[in-house]
């Protein structure tokens, strides 16, 4: 059996004094995952922004996203160091990345145990990002060829999207990461439902984590709702209503589940409904294409 063992953050935004706080919580969330017998741990959208609390204006929208975009070499090395310690793949939660246009894009990075980077950009922006913070879609879609399978990664507002996560499938995904970030109920529940959605015609598993908890100092992620879920097709040996794993809503920890990755290519191949095979009969509906990164 193809199995994976995943584990979900429901992230809480924290306030640090410095750095070495922010190593001390990130090291204690992996550490636990990885003792739970995760192999992916997946954080949030935005979850980097925390770090903007040590910027000397924490609610100045433009100085906080400098101060963690200039961060960010060193939230990559530890995130890199942490993987290869535990042997785990790590979604480090995304965070602002300035291009060499001068504009900011949001980058979710996958840390292999053997070192290896893999860079989704978000793709479709929210009225906020594109708005008064001026954070532009990027690209290109891509999927990651792991150790662990295929593994896509769609950003918040990008998993509302259905040609997203349908290049990722065809590209070979069998694994669909969610990150996200979401101030109201409203904003999670149109997440999960894109989640579920995708999981569903596209025949797969998808991974949602949310960040949760309140951060009144910050101009980005001051209010955070959601609840972790992993989500699976609703046919054959998955659940009737496709919920594999869901948390307790807006309470910190690790959601963790088991996927088999077997009965998604069963359920491809000869489930009760045929989703992914069918995909092309509802007329002339192209997906972008994907592009293949190899980490292992």
Same mark, same amino acid.
């Given at each position: 059996?193809? +199995?994976?063992?995943?584990?979900?953050?429901? $992230?809480?935004?924290?306030?640090?004094?410095?750095?070495?706080?922010?190593?001390?919580? @990130?090291? !204690?969330?992996?550490?636990?995952?990885?003792?739970?017998?995760?192999?992916?741990?997946?954080?949030?959208?935005?979850?980097?922004?925390?770090? !903007?609390?040590?910027?000397?204006?924490?609610?100045?929208?433009?100085?906080?996203?400098?101060?963690?975009?200039?961060?960010?070499?060193?939230?990559?090395?530890?995130?890199?160091? @942490?993987?290869?310690?535990?042997?785990?793949? #790590?979604?480090?939660?995304?965070?602002?990345?300035?291009?060499?246009?001068?504009?900011?894009?949001?980058?979710?990075?996958?840390?292999?145990?053997? !070192?290896?980077?893999?860079?989704? +950009?978000? %793709?479709?922006?929210?009225?906020? +990002?594109?708005?008064?913070?001026?954070?532009?879609?990027? =690209?290109?879609?891509? /999927?990651?060829?792991?150790?662990?399978?295929? %593994?896509?990664?769609?950003?918040? $507002?990008? %998993?509302?999207?259905? @040609?997203?996560?349908?290049?990722?499938?065809?590209?070979?995904?069998?694994?669909?990461?969610?990150?996200?970030?979401?101030?109201?109920?409203?904003? $999670?529940?149109?997440?999960?439902?894109?989640?579920?959605?995708?999981?569903?015609?596209?025949?797969? $598993?998808?991974?949602?984590?949310?960040?949760?908890?309140?951060?009144?100092?910050?101009? #980005?992620?001051?209010? *955070?709702? =959601?609840?972790?879920?992993?989500?699976?097709?609703?046919?054959?040996?998955?659940?009737?209503?496709? &919920?594999?794993?869901? =948390?307790?809503?807006?309470?910190?920890?690790? &959601?963790?589940?088991?996927?088999?990755?077997?009965? #998604?290519?069963?359920?491809?191949?000869?489930?009760?409904?045929? *989703?992914?095979?069918?995909?092309?009969?509802? =007329?002339? %509906?192209?997906?972008?294409?994907? +592009? /293949? &990164?190899? @980490?292992?």
């Amino acid at each position: 059996m193809r +199995e994976v063992r995943v584990a979900a953050a429901q $992230y809480p935004i924290d306030r640090f004094d410095g750095l070495d706080a922010y190593e001390a919580k @990130l090291a !204690g969330w992996i550490t636990r995952a990885a003792e739970a017998g995760a192999q992916l741990l997946v954080f949030p959208e935005y979850a980097a922004m925390e770090l !903007g609390a040590l910027a000397p204006d924490p609610g100045d929208l433009a100085g906080s996203t400098d101060v963690v975009a200039r961060l960010l070499p060193e939230i990559d090395a530890l995130h890199r160091t @942490l993987a290869r310690r535990h042997g785990v793949h #790590v979604l480090a939660g995304s965070a602002p990345v300035k291009g060499g246009d001068g504009l900011f894009r949001n980058v979710a990075r996958l840390f292999t145990p053997g !070192g290896a980077v893999g860079r989704q +950009e978000k %793709v479709m922006m929210t009225r906020f +990002e594109r708005e008064p913070w001026g954070v532009v879609g990027g =690209g290109p879609i891509t /999927v990651f060829r792991t150790a662990l399978g295929i %593994v896509g990664v769609s950003i918040c $507002y990008d %998993v509302e999207f259905p @040609l997203i996560a349908r290049a990722q499938a065809e590209a070979g995904a069998e694994i669909i990461l969610a990150p996200s970030t979401t101030e109201t109920l409203h904003g $999670y529940w149109r997440v999960r439902h894109g989640g579920q959605a995708r999981a569903l015609e596209n025949q797969c $598993y998808v991974v949602h984590a949310p960040t949760v908890g309140e951060a009144p100092w910050s101009p #980005v992620v001051a209010a *955070n709702r =959601g609840a972790a879920g992993v989500y699976g097709p609703p046919d054959g040996d998955f659940p009737d209503d496709g &919920v594999v794993a869901l =948390g307790e809503r807006d309470v910190p920890g690790w &959601v963790h589940a088991r996927l088999d990755l077997d009965r #998604v290519a069963a359920l491809r191949a000869d489930g009760g409904v045929l *989703n992914f095979a069918h995909w092309p009969e509802q =007329g002339v %509906v192209t997906a972008p294409s994907a +592009e /293949v &990164v190899d @980490l292992r």
